[in-house]
């Protein structure tokens, strides 16, 4: 089973990042221990700050994975162009915040993913990413 995690603009400053919303922990240091739990599954990461980056990813392996998961950070809002990445493929995309983005601001409440994806899960921290892996298993 072939899995990525696809995570947009400033997720790679987690850890850094408005700890008191996003954690203390680094992406890199929980991805290395999700690897770790669930090494049967062949996870990659990518994360890139550039809207064109993330689209040509989901075209790269959007007709070979099994699964996407996705956090387009602040591109979740106002992206059209990765909404139509999203129906151009075949792998299925889960939608996934850290946060609670329906408890936040109302531009926070737009997702130009939701209606292309699987699911959408947010508000449990990182373990948002595990709950999405796990539905693909
Ligand atoms: C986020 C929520 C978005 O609104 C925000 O722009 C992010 C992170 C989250 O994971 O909670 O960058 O996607």
């Known amino acids: 089973m072939k899995i990525l995690i696809l995570n947009g603009p400033n997720l790679n400053?987690?850890?850094?990042?408005?700890?008191?919303i996003y954690g203390n922990l680094t992406f890199e240091e929980f991805f290395k221990n999700l690897q770790k739990r669930y090494a049967d599954v062949?996870?990659?990461?990518?994360?890139s700050n550039v809207e064109g980056e993330l689209i040509n990813k989901l075209h790269e392996v959007?007709?070979?994975?099994?699964?996407i998961i996705?956090?387009?950070?602040?591109?979740t809002h106002?992206?059209?162009a990765i909404g139509d990445a999203i129906k151009g493929i075949e792998?299925?995309?889960?939608?996934?915040?850290?946060?609670?983005?329906?408890?936040r601001?109302?531009?926070?409440?737009?997702?130009?993913?939701?209606p292309n994806?699987?699911?959408?899960?947010?508000?449990?921290?990182?373990?948002?990413?595990?709950l999405a892996l796990i539905s693909f298993l």
């Open 42 to 47: 062949e996870l990659h990461y990518f994360q």
């Open 13 to 20: 400053l987690l850890g850094k990042r408005e700890p008191s």
């Open 70 to 75: 996705l956090n387009a950070g602040a591109y």
């Open 91 to 103: 792998t299925p995309v889960i939608e996934v915040h850290i946060s609670n983005v329906h408890a």
């Open 78 to 80: 106002t992206s059209v």
């Open 62 to 67: 959007g007709f070979s994975f099994d699964g």
């Open 117 to 130: 994806a699987k699911g959408v899960i947010a508000g449990f921290g990182l373990q948002s990413y595990e």
């Open 105 to 114: 601001e109302d531009f926070r409440h737009v997702s130009y993913i939701a």
